[in-house]
């Protein structure tokens, strides 16, 4: 009788999801126009709106008639009711409303007060509208490239610029997505960034809420939602991506939900290049319970559970290879991909080659002159700083897994790339924001985001006007 019920109910969800897909679907097409498209699977092409609309009703009549009550209706409010009342998704949609609307607010005000450099042209622009054209900034323009032309290579501009240096989750979503929302591409980017920004910090709520308490929690998501550099997850970027897919890989995998974690680090490997990194940091989550590490005292079953979560812990390192497979198909070299940020000035000079360039500077110049005249990489140097600094606490507080995380994003970017984009790296770097959640006293809490959000405004006025933060 149970396993009937089960069943049925199982029925009447899938009848209620049809039927919402096909009724919205028909409205979407209805104002839009609908859409023809390429995919992996064969082409798309849904031009009519009314018969998308007739499934949906029909397949809701036939849930009527199995399951009157509740009605479809009643269960999406009680759904939404629910899921509102949670307390990580009522604070993680006041801090995302708040905190990305005003980075758009402030980029505004920074057009039409201070206007653009003098000495810079706009590359590229979409809208004559400053607000609808908000988004059209730095590497928005490469996503773009790749949503709407598809991955480009061409070997005779080798030591160029090219579009396969940036990873295709993100893209693609932008795609596929914009095909309901009139292939206005741009604004489905922005879309996705906030909806993937509300959603890491519901999984960052709820993380830290386990480990900590509620208001340790709402510390930790208004800081890093306040953060200089969080500008950019209200931006047409794929920081917001790659901030939900971390956190919430490592939620699943500290939580034992295993298939959850290994989709979320899939995604994860396909969303930016350190994505794989990821993979590092949850091996020694995998390797946890086996320490200390005594052969002697471990059993079989102990090491068919570890070699389990390593497979899972591999997931991140799968999506590299999954899109270094299609690089393969496209240029002959499985990591053109990587080698294609030299273009971009990242080749590896060492941390030793950094550290003694910024000193040099610093020493010859003195630091007031190093911040006057050098300000993005002072402000950059300092977000490194800031975040390295975290590491010890971070370690003793919520573990070494975390630790490494930190780690394993900063070093290689900086031999790589030195101070380059530095910023948006430490961004998503969430343990040193559970840390601060937890370590700042409440009464100086409203200190620290102040100061946080006022440099934010400043990040987001240098962005939104062209300067070279990127």
């Known amino acids: 009788m149970l396993q009937r019920a089960a069943l049925v109910t199982a029925i009447i969800r899938l009848f209620d999801l049809v039927a919402l897909v096909g009724v919205l679907l028909g409205l979407t097409v209805y104002l839009t126009g609908g859409f023809r498209e ?26 009527h008639w199995l399951q009157p009550h509740p009605s479809l209706v009643a269960r999406v409010v009680q759904n939404c009711s629910l899921a509102y009342r949670a307390p990580a998704v009522r604070a993680a949609l006041a801090v995302t409303i708040g905190t990305r609307t005003a980075v758009f607010l402030v980029g505004f005000l920074a057009i039409t ?3 653009y450099r003098a000495d810079v042209n706009v590359p ?8 609808l054209n908000l988004p059209a900034r730095w590497d928005t323009g490469w996503y773009l490239g790749v949503a709407i032309d598809g991955y480009q290579w061409s070997p005779s501009r080798i030591d160029e610029q090219q579009n396969i240096a940036f990873f295709p989750a993100y893209p693609m979503l932008m795609r596929y997505g914009s095909l309901l929302l009139g292939r206005e591409t741009m604004w489905t980017g922005v879309l996705i960034s906030w909806l993937s920004f509300f959603g890491a910090l519901v999984y960052l709520y709820r993380l830290a809420r386990e480990r900590f308490t509620d208001d340790a929690a709402f510390a930790t998501i208004t800081l890093i939602a306040s953060y200089p550099f969080a500008l950019f997850f209200s931006a047409a970027y794929t920081e917001s991506l790659f901030l939900l897919t971390m956190v919430a890989t490592c939620y699943h995998f500290e939580r034992r939900e295993w298939w959850k974690a290994a989709m979320w680090g899939l995604v994860a490997g396909l ?6 990194l990821l993979s590092v ?22 090491w068919q559970h570890a070699a389990g979560r390593l497979a899972i812990a591999a997931a991140p390192g799968v999506g590299m290879l999954v899109y270094s497979t299609y690089i393969y198909t496209l240029t002959g070299n499985p990591l053109q991909w990587a080698a294609q940020n030299a273009a971009w000035g990242r080749v590896y000079r060492g941390l030793d080659a950094l550290v003694s360039d910024q000193a040099l500077r610093i020493g010859d110049h003195g630091l007031y002159a190093y911040a006057a005249t050098r300000t993005t990489d002072a402000m950059q140097l300092v977000a490194v700083l800031f975040v390295l600094a975290t590491v010890w606490p971070v370690y003793r507080r919520i573990g070494l897994p975390y630790a490494v995380m930190i780690l394993v994003n900063i070093l ?4 790589m790339g030195g101070l380059m984009s530095m910023g948006r790296v430490t961004a998503v770097l969430f343990p040193t924001f559970l840390w601060l959640g937890l370590a700042i006293p409440p009464t100086h ?4 985001i102040a100061v946080f959000a006022m440099l934010q405004a400043v990040c987001a006025g240098l962005f939104f006007t062209w300067r070279p933060l990127f």
């Open 38 to 63: 390429w995919t992996p699977l064969g082409r798309l092409s849904v031009t009519s709106w009314i018969r998308p609309l007739v499934i949906g009703l029909v397949v809701l009549g036939i849930r």
């Open 113 to 115: 007060l201070f206007g």
């Open 124 to 131: 590229w622009r979409l809208h004559t509208n400053e607000i």
């Open 271 to 276: 969303s930016r290049p350190n994505g794989c």
């Open 281 to 302: 940091m949850l091996a020694f989550m995998a390797v946890r319970p086996l320490w200390p590490f005594r052969p002697r005292t471990l059993g079989l079953t102990d």
């Open 412 to 415: 290689p970017p900086l031999m």
């Open 445 to 448: 809490r409203p200190m620290w």
